[in-house]
């Protein structure tokens, strides 16, 4: 059986900078897969390289054995990887029920000429309920007709999972989604992740903080200055040695 | 056949003269404050007709008329900055929009002030000086080149040997690090906008006797600067003096040999190739200034 | 039912208005109705972000296109109009290849040195052409009747007629697309173009949707322009034009479908009524420029801004699909390099 999706030998240069030095790793199906490390370990690099955010200068990614590295962002998630943004990127000016209908546009391609004839009816209600369905499952429904950028800053990291999730993906790549969240709303987005790998959907989480994805992650790859460090479940990685060197190491660095 | 390029060389050399100044210009305020000035041809326009005025109908000298030039587009420069690009700082298109209705504006007043005939400005010498036969360099296009390097020296030496420049240079790179070093940025982007419509000025008075001034001469100036500016890497003054004198060679042997249209449809196609290829300009680098 | 009466008087407002007005009012009111579709097919353009100057040369495409085929080939009017419409679409999506390459500044230079180039072939190329004159003597629209109404189109009446009612079946036909799916892609890709290339949206390709269509249609209007004048040249659509159009969307505002055509109405009400009245008629762009200026400094969001504010108590919820609040010009800016 191929893998999943498999890392395989991934290396990102920027000048002279190797960012990410031939990294492999294989994130299983149905899974919650964290990408940990500290900063400047490389993992947001490898994360852009997935997305097609980035063109990896040696190294594939492949998708059940079909290689995706390379694709044009676009394409990539019509492979079925949908990324989501640090922070809290969305389309602020548009209503929340837009951002998610913007989510089913691979589910319900847009025809110019049967939206003006009006003969789409039928996919623009398949896609209203597409969206509808995505903000349901992330408790959005009730701020449908709310603007994007009123919401509160849970609620948009939510709906940009919404987005992400409206697109039917077999993967999700979060992009350290528990930045800047209180415990309460850390807990909720837990409790979020794990209902979306129980409908089948394989999540990619890369995070700084280590002890937030602890009691969440399936299976975690450690990285450090661009290498694999080790790779394991949490325990294994909690009791590394050289993940524990790697972050006090480079805490100290840091500060 | 080595006359005649000989004699295009010269040609050349004189348009790329007066075109550096205006680029220059463009290129600092863009560098300065971030601004696309799309009225800099109508700066120039209005240069020219500083020497209309002072020169040819009130019979002053001819360099009191250019210097006159310089300092009042200069500070027609500043009345820009105040009233339109410092209240659109955070808004660089807006800033640039706001220029195309100052464009237009001096358009206006220029065919209101002096009608849209074009003005006929006497020579200020009708000396020549003669390679050979088919060689010449009238004195008045010798006076812009000289003038043309004197200015681009001065600017040079402003730029890297004053504290001024410093702090101009400063704030090209980065302005929030200009700032917290005690740069005022509304001292630089003055100073920066009264350069930078000050050549474009002096690049319009030095030519006028040259060149058929009307209210619209401005346009094929912008469009010439606009084309030198993207060639050589936006933001980079020796990139926009070195695109000046290759852009300025090519027009002029295509001009030549074939005729002016082409050699503006040949200059325009150049520039969307590099907007295309390399947007960062033959010479230039990303950075801004 | 509220809206249905509006628009019937509305409708009815439109016959009516030609025959309180002179004979050269009645010529202003065609090209007011030709240019709303201009300043509307240019919002269309500016839905993804990017702002063209090439637009108006875009225009002169189509009504070079039309005249040509008429006077080449014998094209029936209407139909060659069509086709100068096509035309301009064509060449805008020939454009769309170097010019969608660039975002921002880049884009803006590039659209104006691209249209440029289009002006100096036609100055430069006599045949077909016609150099710096232009085309002269291209045919107008052939009379017919439709029984209630004879059109005889060397009456403005006539001929404003049939450009309203092309003109409306446009912006209906823009209305639906910017309330469909693809419009709202066409939002999405100005806002955040990352996390609509995220969602899988083909960023490029909805810019060029919009770019193309937007030119088709303002080739439309070229073309309908063409055919009212019987001559035009490449200095009908230079820069100068372009700077109208652009002050009609920044004074109207681009947040809505409205906004650039009542900046459009609005101004050309006051420069024909007021300045030619007045005998200012020279001082056209001077003020012009003074209003760009004037608007983009102090009423960043344009009339509809005001006449939004003013619907509000009205409205239950707020307007979907069009959001408002946006200052356009400063969204790309900070593709500064």
Same mark, same amino acid.
């Given at each position: 059986m191929t893998d999943f999706?498999?890392?395989?030998?991934?290396?990102? /240069?920027?000048?002279?900078?190797?960012?990410?030095?031939?990294?492999?790793?294989?994130?299983?199906?149905?899974?919650?897969?964290?990408?940990?490390?500290?900063?400047?370990?490389?993992?947001?690099?490898?994360?852009?390289?997935?997305?097609?955010?980035?063109?990896?200068?040696?190294?594939? $990614?492949?998708? /059940?054995?079909?290689? $995706?590295?390379?694709? !044009?962002?676009?394409?990539?998630? %019509?492979?079925?990887?949908?990324?989501? =943004?640090?922070?809290?990127?969305?389309?602020?000016?548009?209503?929340?029920?837009?951002?998610?209908?913007?989510?089913?546009?691979?589910?319900?391609?847009?025809?110019?000429?049967?939206?003006?004839?009006?003969?789409?009816?039928?996919?623009?209600?398949?896609?209203?309920? %597409?969206?509808?369905?995505?903000?349901?499952? =992330?408790?959005?429904?009730?701020?449908?007709?709310?603007?994007?950028?009123?919401?509160?800053?849970?609620?948009? /990291?939510?709906?940009?999972?919404?987005?992400? =999730?409206?697109?039917?993906?077999?993967? $999700?790549?979060?992009?350290?989604?528990?930045?800047?969240?209180?415990?309460?709303?850390? %807990?909720?987005?837990?409790?979020?992740? %794990?209902?979306?790998?129980?409908?089948?959907?394989?999540?990619?989480?890369?995070?700084?903080?280590?002890?937030?994805?602890?009691?969440?992650?399936? !299976?975690?790859?450690?990285?450090? =200055?661009? !290498?694999?460090?080790?790779?394991?479940?949490?325990?294994?990685? /909690?009791?590394?040695?050289?993940?524990?060197?790697?972050?006090?190491?480079?805490?100290?660095?840091?500060? | 056949m080595i006359e005649l390029l000989a004699q295009t060389g010269l040609n050349a050399l004189y348009a790329a003269s007066y075109i550096s100044l205006v680029a220059v210009g463009l290129v600092l305020i863009f560098g300065v404050m971030g601004v696309i000035n799309f009225a800099h041809g109508e700066l120039f326009m209005v240069g020219a007709y500083t020497v209309v005025a002072l020169y040819a109908d009130l019979q002053m000298p001819f360099l009191v008329a250019i210097t006159f030039g310089l300092i009042f587009v200069g500070l027609l420069g500043l009345v820009m900055e105040r009233s339109m690009f410092r209240p659109l700082r955070d808004n660089p298109l807006g800033g640039l929009v706001a220029s195309i209705g100052f464009l237009m504006i001096l358009q206006a007043l220029a065919s209101i002030g002096f009608g849209v005939r074009m003005e006929h400005i006497p020579p200020v010498t009708q000396e020549v000086i003669v390679f050979s036969e088919k060689v010449r360099l009238p004195l008045p296009r010798l006076f812009v080149m000289v003038a043309a390097v004197v200015l681009l020296g001065a600017l040079w030496y402003f730029l890297r040997r004053t504290r001024f420049g410093w702090a101009l240079r400063a704030s090209a790179q980065d302005p929030e690090a200009a700032a917290l070093q005690g740069i005022s940025i509304n001292q630089t982007a003055r100073i920066a906008m009264f350069i930078g419509a000050g050549l474009a000025g002096v690049a319009g008075a030095l030519t006028a006797p040259l060149v058929s001034v009307n209210p619209h001469m401005g346009h094929s100036v912008i469009v010439t600067a606009f084309i030198v500016i993207i060639v050589g890497g936006v933001g980079s003054l020796e990139g926009a003096v070195l695109a000046s004198v290759v852009y300025a060679f090519v027009h002029t042997v295509v001009t030549t040999f074939w005729d002016g249209v082409i050699a503006d449809i040949v200059g325009l196609s150049l520039m969307l190739l590099v907007l295309i290829v390399k947007p960062t300009g033959l010479f230039g680098t990303a950075e801004r200034a | 039912m509220l809206k249905a009466l509006f628009w019937i008087a509305l409708a009815a407002a439109l016959i009516a208005l030609p025959h309180a007005l002179s004979f050269s009012q009645q010529e202003i009111l065609v090209f007011l109705t030709i240019n709303v579709l201009l300043v509307a097919s240019y919002r269309l353009l500016t839905l993804t972000g990017e702002w063209s100057l090439a637009h108006v040369v875009i225009m002169g495409v189509g009504a070079y296109a039309s005249a040509f085929y008429t006077k080449e080939f014998g094209v029936f009017v209407p139909v060659s109009m069509l086709l100068g419409a096509v035309t301009a679409a064509l060449v805008a999506m020939v454009l769309s290849y170097p010019l969608f390459r660039m975002k921002g500044f880049y884009f803006l230079i590039g659209s104006f040195a691209a249209g440029e180039i289009i002006r100096l072939l036609w100055k430069r190329f006599r045949d077909p052409f016609g150099g710096p004159k232009g085309l002269k003597g291209i045919e107008p629209m052939p009379d017919f009747s439709i029984g209630i109404y004879d059109f005889d189109f060397f009456e403005p009446v006539s001929y404003y007629y049939f450009a309203a009612t092309v003109v409306a079946v446009c912006l209906w036909l823009m209305w639906r697309i910017e309330r469909s799916p693809v419009g709202l892609t066409f939002h999405a890709v100005h806002w955040q173009d990352k996390l609509a290339q995220a969602a899988g949206v083909n960023v490029q390709a909805y810019r060029t949707l919009a770019f193309v269509i937007a030119s088709g249609f303002a080739g439309l209007a070229g073309a309908l322009m063409a055919h009212y004048i019987g001559t035009i040249n490449p200095n009908s659509f230079d820069v100068e034009v372009m700077v109208f159009v652009l002050t009609w969307a920044i004074v109207g505002g681009?947040?809505?479908?409205?906004?650039?055509? #009542?900046?459009?109405?609005? #101004?050309?009400?006051?420069?024909?009524?007021? #300045?030619?009245?007045?005998g200012f008629e020279q001082m056209r762009p001077l003020i012009y420029g003074a209003i760009l200026i004037l608007s983009i400094l102090f009423l960043p969001n344009g009339l509809e801004s005001l006449v939004e504010r003013a619907l509000k108590p009205f409205r239950r919820t707020p307007a979907s699909g069009t959001p408002a609040g946006d200052a356009p010009p400063a969204s790309p800016a900070s593709d500064t390099p």
């Amino acid at each position: 059986m191929t893998d999943f999706l498999h890392v395989d030998g991934l290396t990102m /240069r920027f000048g002279g900078l190797t960012a990410v030095d031939s990294l492999s790793f294989t994130v299983d199906h149905g899974a919650i897969h964290g990408l940990i490390g500290p900063n400047g370990a490389g993992k947001t690099t490898t994360f852009n390289a997935i997305s097609g955010f980035y063109k990896p200068t040696a190294g594939k $990614i492949l998708l /059940r054995g079909e290689e $995706i590295s390379g694709l !044009k962002m676009h394409d990539v998630a %019509r492979r079925g990887v949908v990324r989501t =943004f640090q922070h809290s990127t969305l389309f602020a000016e548009l209503s929340v029920l837009e951002n998610a209908l913007v989510g089913t546009h691979m589910a319900f391609r847009p025809n110019i000429f049967a939206a003006i004839a009006g003969w789409d009816r039928e996919d623009r209600h398949g896609a209203r309920a %597409r969206a509808r369905e995505a903000l349901e499952f =992330f408790g959005l429904d009730a701020l449908m007709h709310e603007r994007a950028g009123d919401l509160a800053h849970g609620h948009q /990291r939510a709906l940009g999972m919404a987005v992400a =999730f409206a697109a039917h993906p077999d993967v $999700i790549l979060l992009d350290e989604p528990f930045t800047g969240m209180n415990p309460e709303e850390t %807990r909720a987005m837990m409790e979020l992740m %794990r209902k979306l790998r129980d409908s089948g959907v394989t999540i990619l989480i890369v995070e700084h903080d280590m002890h937030a994805i602890m009691g969440l992650c399936d !299976k975690i790859t450690c990285m450090s =200055f661009g !290498k694999l460090l080790a790779e394991g479940g949490p325990e294994d990685i /909690r009791n590394h040695p050289d993940v524990i060197e790697a972050y006090l190491g480079g805490a100290r660095h840091v500060a | 056949m080595i006359e005649l390029l000989a004699q295009t060389g010269l040609n050349a050399l004189y348009a790329a003269s007066y075109i550096s100044l205006v680029a220059v210009g463009l290129v600092l305020i863009f560098g300065v404050m971030g601004v696309i000035n799309f009225a800099h041809g109508e700066l120039f326009m209005v240069g020219a007709y500083t020497v209309v005025a002072l020169y040819a109908d009130l019979q002053m000298p001819f360099l009191v008329a250019i210097t006159f030039g310089l300092i009042f587009v200069g500070l027609l420069g500043l009345v820009m900055e105040r009233s339109m690009f410092r209240p659109l700082r955070d808004n660089p298109l807006g800033g640039l929009v706001a220029s195309i209705g100052f464009l237009m504006i001096l358009q206006a007043l220029a065919s209101i002030g002096f009608g849209v005939r074009m003005e006929h400005i006497p020579p200020v010498t009708q000396e020549v000086i003669v390679f050979s036969e088919k060689v010449r360099l009238p004195l008045p296009r010798l006076f812009v080149m000289v003038a043309a390097v004197v200015l681009l020296g001065a600017l040079w030496y402003f730029l890297r040997r004053t504290r001024f420049g410093w702090a101009l240079r400063a704030s090209a790179q980065d302005p929030e690090a200009a700032a917290l070093q005690g740069i005022s940025i509304n001292q630089t982007a003055r100073i920066a906008m009264f350069i930078g419509a000050g050549l474009a000025g002096v690049a319009g008075a030095l030519t006028a006797p040259l060149v058929s001034v009307n209210p619209h001469m401005g346009h094929s100036v912008i469009v010439t600067a606009f084309i030198v500016i993207i060639v050589g890497g936006v933001g980079s003054l020796e990139g926009a003096v070195l695109a000046s004198v290759v852009y300025a060679f090519v027009h002029t042997v295509v001009t030549t040999f074939w005729d002016g249209v082409i050699a503006d449809i040949v200059g325009l196609s150049l520039m969307l190739l590099v907007l295309i290829v390399k947007p960062t300009g033959l010479f230039g680098t990303a950075e801004r200034a | 039912m509220l809206k249905a009466l509006f628009w019937i008087a509305l409708a009815a407002a439109l016959i009516a208005l030609p025959h309180a007005l002179s004979f050269s009012q009645q010529e202003i009111l065609v090209f007011l109705t030709i240019n709303v579709l201009l300043v509307a097919s240019y919002r269309l353009l500016t839905l993804t972000g990017e702002w063209s100057l090439a637009h108006v040369v875009i225009m002169g495409v189509g009504a070079y296109a039309s005249a040509f085929y008429t006077k080449e080939f014998g094209v029936f009017v209407p139909v060659s109009m069509l086709l100068g419409a096509v035309t301009a679409a064509l060449v805008a999506m020939v454009l769309s290849y170097p010019l969608f390459r660039m975002k921002g500044f880049y884009f803006l230079i590039g659209s104006f040195a691209a249209g440029e180039i289009i002006r100096l072939l036609w100055k430069r190329f006599r045949d077909p052409f016609g150099g710096p004159k232009g085309l002269k003597g291209i045919e107008p629209m052939p009379d017919f009747s439709i029984g209630i109404y004879d059109f005889d189109f060397f009456e403005p009446v006539s001929y404003y007629y049939f450009a309203a009612t092309v003109v409306a079946v446009c912006l209906w036909l823009m209305w639906r697309i910017e309330r469909s799916p693809v419009g709202l892609t066409f939002h999405a890709v100005h806002w955040q173009d990352k996390l609509a290339q995220a969602a899988g949206v083909n960023v490029q390709a909805y810019r060029t949707l919009a770019f193309v269509i937007a030119s088709g249609f303002a080739g439309l209007a070229g073309a309908l322009m063409a055919h009212y004048i019987g001559t035009i040249n490449p200095n009908s659509f230079d820069v100068e034009v372009m700077v109208f159009v652009l002050t009609w969307a920044i004074v109207g505002g681009t947040a809505t479908f409205y906004g650039p055509i #009542l900046g459009c109405v609005v #101004l050309t009400i006051l420069n024909e009524i007021v #300045l030619r009245e007045m005998g200012f008629e020279q001082m056209r762009p001077l003020i012009y420029g003074a209003i760009l200026i004037l608007s983009i400094l102090f009423l960043p969001n344009g009339l509809e801004s005001l006449v939004e504010r003013a619907l509000k108590p009205f409205r239950r919820t707020p307007a979907s699909g069009t959001p408002a609040g946006d200052a356009p010009p400063a969204s790309p800016a900070s593709d500064t390099p």
